[in-house]
């Protein structure tokens, strides 16, 4: 989940601030943007009176009684409704707790809370928890272009609702060069670029006339695999049909393609898990490099990303060893998927998966292996947050600005 909201923060103490500032380096803010200013409520009232109001305060006070809630008054007359406040003071009583809540406070603290408790209550104002996801999402990217992971989506999803018994949607987002179609030997009627087109009048009975049945359990979104599309692609383009696609399956696959750019990003720094598949040679290293740097920071020690060699055999000499991957990534790989030209090409030609074509060869149970690997559900049943997800929980304080 990656939050879209502007943050004011108008702090006191420097450990409110290092707390604030340590909240650009998670996940969730990636895509939000943050101001902090000195001063506290004073100087929240005087810049809110002259600029526009963020999505969320996040104010530190040393006001009591009367005054604090004088200070929130002259807050609420400066503030957009639906503005969100995270207080930060001095004063530790219940009956005030209480009515900071009642009166549409988001939280309330008293001094300055840890990352994560700050984290939380961020959550606990923006996140609507009865739109949690149903899915377990698995993004699949290649470090270079045609490295195999269409291949490894299209099997590790096959795989999944065969171990899981459970409904997967794959989703080909590689939209004019996708192969998922041909990989389950489909004639899309209709594909990804007209579900985007209907994107604002979606809902899941329409969605579902979009995606073609590729086994009992497993469903694809379709790319057309044309150069023709006309579709402007953005985090924005696709995050409704993302949305509701997370609500109708048990794990959702999304098949990335090798570009580099911000929707790029989004996906593969928010999905559950994110497979990054390599071919064991110097330039997927130094590309492996540069992602695993940029994406783990982002995605922090609880969402590791999966490395998988794949081809592993292909060049008889010259290869790179899993060794050297682990020691210039710091990432283990989780797999490594043998060159089986015969298995792959027969599986290719006849638009099956990999277990029609060989049930027992390794590059089949060896992406069976990933699928267990990333099969893992998680829990914390939260979903997509955006500005505007809750009403107004300041709303009773703040007036029209
Ligand atoms: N382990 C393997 N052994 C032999 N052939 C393989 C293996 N993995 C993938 N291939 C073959 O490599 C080709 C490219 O695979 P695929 O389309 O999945 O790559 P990709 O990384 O998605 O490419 P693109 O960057 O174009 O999206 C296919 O013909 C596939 O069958
Ligand atoms: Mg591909």
Same mark, same amino acid.
């Given at each position: 989940?990656?939050?879209?909201?502007?943050?004011?923060?108008?702090?006191?103490? /420097?450990?409110?601030?290092?707390?604030?500032?340590?909240?650009?380096?998670?996940?969730?803010?990636?895509?939000?943007?943050?101001?902090?200013?000195?001063?506290?409520?004073?100087?929240?009232?005087?810049?809110?009176?002259?600029?526009?109001?963020?999505? *969320? *305060? &996040?104010?530190?006070?040393?006001?009591?009684?009367?005054?604090?809630?004088?200070?929130?008054?002259?807050?609420?007359?400066?503030?957009?409704?639906?503005?969100?406040?995270?207080?930060?003071?001095?004063?530790?009583?219940?009956?005030?707790?209480? $009515?900071?809540?009642?009166?549409?406070?988001?939280?309330?603290?008293?001094?300055?809370?840890?990352?994560?408790?700050?984290?939380?209550?961020?959550?606990?104002?923006?996140?609507?928890?009865?739109?949690?996801?149903?899915?377990?999402?698995?993004?699949?990217?290649?470090?270079?272009?045609?490295?195999?992971?269409?291949?490894?989506?299209?099997?590790?999803?096959?795989?999944?609702?065969?171990?899981?018994?459970?409904?997967?949607? &794959?989703?080909?987002?590689?939209?004019?060069?996708?192969?998922?179609?041909?990989?389950?030997?489909?004639?899309?009627?209709?594909?990804?670029?007209?579900?985007?087109?209907?994107?604002?009048?979606?809902?899941?009975?329409?969605?579902?006339?979009?995606?073609?049945?590729?086994?009992?359990?497993?469903?694809?979104?379709?790319?057309?695999?044309?150069?023709?599309?006309?579709?402007?692609?953005?985090?924005?383009?696709?995050?409704?049909?993302?949305?509701?696609?997370?609500?109708?399956?048990?794990?959702?696959?999304?098949?990335?393609?090798?570009?580099?750019?911000?929707?790029?990003?989004?996906?593969?720094?928010?999905?559950?898990?994110? &497979?990054?598949?390599?071919?064991?040679?110097?330039?997927?290293?130094?590309?492996?490099?540069?992602?695993?740097?940029?994406?783990?920071?982002?995605?922090?020690?609880?969402?590791?990303?999966?490395?998988?060699?794949?081809?592993?055999?292909?060049?008889?000499?010259?290869?790179?060893?899993?060794?050297?991957?682990?020691?210039?990534?710091?990432?283990?790989?989780?797999?490594?998927? /043998?060159?089986?030209?015969?298995?792959?090409?027969?599986?290719?030609?006849?638009?099956?998966?990999?277990?029609?074509?060989?049930?027992?060869?390794?590059? $089949?149970?060896?992406?069976?292996?990933?699928?267990?690997?990333?099969?893992?559900?998680?829990?914390?049943?939260?979903?997509?947050?955006?500005?505007?997800?809750?009403?107004?929980?300041?709303?009773?304080?703040?007036?029209?600005?």
């Amino acid at each position: 989940m990656i939050l879209r909201i502007k943050i004011g923060a108008f702090i006191l103490s /420097p450990e409110l601030k290092a707390t604030v500032e340590s909240l650009t380096g998670d996940r969730l803010f990636l895509r939000s943007e943050l101001s902090v200013h000195e001063g506290g409520s004073r100087s929240a009232i005087e810049h809110l009176s002259s600029n526009p109001t963020p999505d *969320l *305060l &996040i104010v530190e006070t040393t006001a009591e009684n009367e005054a604090l809630f004088e200070e929130l008054g002259a807050l609420a007359d400066s503030c957009a409704p639906g503005t969100r406040i995270i207080l930060v003071g001095s004063e530790n009583d219940v009956n005030l707790f209480k $009515t900071l809540i009642d009166q549409g406070v988001s939280q309330y603290f008293v001094g300055p809370p840890s990352g994560d408790e700050l984290k939380a209550a961020v959550m606990e104002a923006f996140v609507d928890k009865s739109q949690g996801d149903k899915s377990h999402v698995i993004a699949v990217a290649g470090l270079r272009g045609g490295v195999g992971s269409s291949m490894v989506a299209h099997n590790v999803a096959s795989e999944l609702s065969l171990l899981k018994d459970d409904d997967v949607i &794959i989703v080909d987002m590689d939209i004019n060069f996708g192969t998922a179609a041909l990989n389950f030997n489909l004639q899309p009627a209709q594909t990804i670029v007209d579900a985007l087109a209907q994107a604002s009048s979606l809902d899941e009975v329409l969605l579902t006339r979009y995606l073609e049945a590729c086994s009992k359990n497993v469903s694809l979104l379709a790319s057309p695999g044309s150069l023709g599309s006309g579709v402007e692609l953005s985090s924005l383009t696709f995050e409704p049909v993302l949305k509701l696609i997370k609500q109708m399956a048990a794990y959702v696959v999304l098949d990335v393609p090798h570009v580099w750019n911000s929707w790029v990003q989004d996906i593969l720094v928010d999905a559950d898990e994110t &497979i990054l598949v390599a071919t064991p040679d110097l330039y997927n290293l130094r590309d492996g490099k540069n992602l695993v740097e940029f994406l783990s920071p982002h995605r922090g020690p609880e969402a590791p990303i999966h490395l998988v060699l794949n081809r592993v055999g292909q060049a008889k000499n010259g290869e790179l060893k899993p060794k050297e991957f682990r020691e210039v990534l710091a990432i283990n790989p989780a797999v490594s998927i /043998p060159y089986d030209i015969e298995t792959c090409t027969t599986a290719m030609n006849n638009g099956e998966m990999l277990r029609a074509s060989s049930s027992r060869a390794k590059v $089949t149970t060896s992406i069976e292996e990933l699928a267990k690997l990333v099969s893992g559900k998680k829990d914390d049943g939260v979903g997509i947050g955006n500005a505007d997800k809750k009403g107004g929980l300041f709303s009773s304080l703040f007036k029209k600005k």
